[in-house]
Every structure is written in structure tokens, then in C-alpha cells.
């Protein structure tokens, strides 16, 4: 795994997960915390509708983040998430954008 090479807490995420809907998020985050248990990995889940001081915490140790497009778009923008580590394709930023425009919230598509 990408991220396993490292026991040391990361300062910033090493690979993140797009999920249309907070459900879906929670779901992908809570099969991912259970992985991260047995190899060592932290998984930070956020979404909409939960206080963002509780995900900012959860974010300073994550190896993995599981985010809607909305929030992440929101921390990354107040410099709370720095996603600069992930390899991605296409680039996040546009990925975000495209994502967030295409997946209303509560839209049953899953890309």
C-alpha cells in the first residue's frame, strides 16, 4: 500500500477517496479504518454536516482521506487539508470541481 512504508504520523495525506455522499463516505471510511487497524493506517472521513473542527483534528494524523467533493473543496481552500502528496489523475483541484458540479448531494451515481 502507498502509504504503509512510513510508521511515522503523516503531516499531510498520502491518498484520498471521492465519494459522492456522506453515506457513501462513511461507509468507504469505516471498511478503510478497519484495514488501517491491522496495517497501521489512519483514515480521516469528512463530509458535510459534521463540525469542522472534529475532521481538522481527524485530518493532522490521516494517512487516507475520505471526503465529498464539497467539504474537501471547503478545507483545502482554508488551507486545512493539503492534498499536495496524493498522486492523482487529472489533477485534484479540476477533479474536485468536475466531481462537485456533476454529483448533487444525494445523487445516486457513484464514479
Known sequence: MLCAKT???PIQPCMAVLAPTRELA????EVLHKVGEV??????IVYG???KYVQKNALKTAHIVV????RLQD???EG???LSKVPSSPPLPSALTH??????EGSPHIC
Open 67 to 70: 471526503a465529498t467533493p464539497g
Open 7 to 9: 510508521k511515522m504520523r
Open 39 to 44: 496495517v497501521k493506517v489512519e483514515t480521516a
Open 26 to 29: 462513511i461507509q468507504i471510511g
Open 80 to 82: 486545512s487539508c493539503d
Open 99 to 104: 466531481t462537485h458540479k456533476r454529483l448533487p
Open 49 to 51: 454536516g459534521m463540525p
Open 75 to 77: 478545507l483545502m481552500q
